[in-house]
């Protein structure tokens, strides 16, 4: 079946710093792949998205790539900031179907300090 | 533009008690709903999903149900809580289009004492 693997975290890093999550996922066809965000206490945002191989996503500096040689959608930031602090799920939609269900990745914590 | 609400933010229930969470839509119609439960430190587990007024998908066996009595309005409920129904509820909703992504509400935290 279809699924998303992502980096176990808690991922800390210092502020600048460069990050990367990795995100592979496992998809019977053509998924679209989307990165969500959540900060304390919150429910999830969207942070960015892709539909098709070689689309790259990007939001409030966060950038990813649909790369489907790989079957990879890893986030990256240049220069991270404590208010990036979250965690952040990966998730995959196939079909198109109303019974469509997003498939979501077990989500990475990120910390950043100051 | 659509937003989505979850109502209350914030509960705390005895064990044994009934529940109900309320989610409502605004700005779109016909949506996809959806009810995720988060436990602390973990990631989302899928509990209920719906397609239409009356019509109810669950995903896992447990002590919840849901109920969808309009178009935008969708409600998880127990009659008896148990400890392990503590968690952070999430409802989200999709627009019926190809591949379309969801969006979430801001939750309801519940702790079950």
């Known amino acids: 079946g279809n699924s998303v693997t992502q980096m176990e975290g808690p991922v800390t890093l210092s502020e600048e710093a460069f990050l990367t999550i990795n995100c592979t996922y496992t998809?019977?066809?053509?998924?679209?792949l989307f990165w969500y965000v959540q900060y304390p206490g919150e429910g999830l945002q969207l942070l960015l998205k892709?539909?098709?191989?070689?689309d790259k996503g990007s939001n409030k500096g966060f950038e990813a790539t649909y790369r489907k040689e790989t079957t990879s959608f890893h986030l990256e930031k240049g220069s991270v900031q404590v208010s990036d602090s979250a965690v952040y799920f990966c998730?995959?939609?196939?079909?198109?179907?109303?019974?469509?269900?997003?498939?979501f990745g077990s989500g990475t914590r990120l910390s950043i300090r100051p | 533009s659509q937003t989505i609400h979850q109502w209350p933010a914030t509960l705390v229930q005895p064990v044994g008690s009934p529940l109900s969470l309320e989610c409502t839509v605004e700005?779109?119609?016909?949506?996809?709903l959806y009810w995720y439960r988060q436990a602390a430190g973990r990631g989302l587990q899928l509990l209920f999903y719906s397609v239409g007024i009356g019509q109810i998908s669950s995903e896992v066996p447990q002590n919840l149900s849901a109920s969808r009595p309009q178009d935008r309005q969708f409600i998880l409920s127990s009659k008896k809580l148990l400890l392990s129904d503590s968690g952070f509820y999430l409802c989200a909703w999709r627009r019926l289009a190809a591949q379309e992504t969801q969006y979430f509400g801001p939750g309801t935290r519940l702790l079950v004492l």
């Open positions: 700005g779109t119609s016909n949506p996809n």
């Open positions: 998730a995959l939609i196939m079909g198109y179907s109303s019974a469509s269900k997003i498939i």
């Open positions: 892709a539909t098709k191989a070689d």
């Open positions: 998809a019977t066809g053509y998924p679209s």
